[in-house]
């Protein structure tokens, strides 16, 4: 089993950063791409950012050049540092991990952490 574990989220003014952290425990051989998604109440999760383990990162359009993800795969960790943070960004933020198995790909999700963009 894996578990996944963020960190990071809180209240912050529009304009403003945040770093969010994510890190990866247990049966952890095998895990490629890391990342986020996030959701609001009454949408489907969307994906926000994500990374493999080679650094190829690939990222929402309405984050692009706003959201930077890296990876610490020493540490089994990832990162979302956010800037010039919008009142839209706000949304309950999800770590995800891929697992490549024998039997195939697994997704693991952490818990979710809150992120509130004030206006």
């Known amino acids: 089993q894996v578990q996944v574990v963020e960190s990071g989220g809180g209240l912050v003014q529009a304009g403003g950063s945040l770093r969010l952290s994510c890190t990866a425990s247990?049966?952890?051989?095998?895990?490629?791409?890391m990342g986020w998604y996030r959701q609001v109440p009454g949408k489907q999760r969307e994906l926000v950012a994500h990374?493999?383990?080679?650094?190829?990162?690939n990222y929402a359009e309405s984050v692009k050049g706003r959201f930077t993800i890296s990876r610490d795969n020493a540490k089994n960790t990832v990162y979302l540092q956010m800037n010039s943070l919008k009142p839209e960004d706000t949304a309950v933020y999800y770590c995800?991990?891929?697992?490549?198995?024998?039997?195939?790909?697994?997704?693991?999700w952490g818990q979710g952490t809150q992120v509130t963009v004030s206006s």
């Open positions: 247990g049966s952890i051989f095998g895990i490629n791409a």
């Open positions: 995800h991990a891929v697992k490549r198995t024998r039997v195939g790909v697994v997704d693991y």
């Open positions: 990374i493999t383990s080679d650094g190829s990162a």
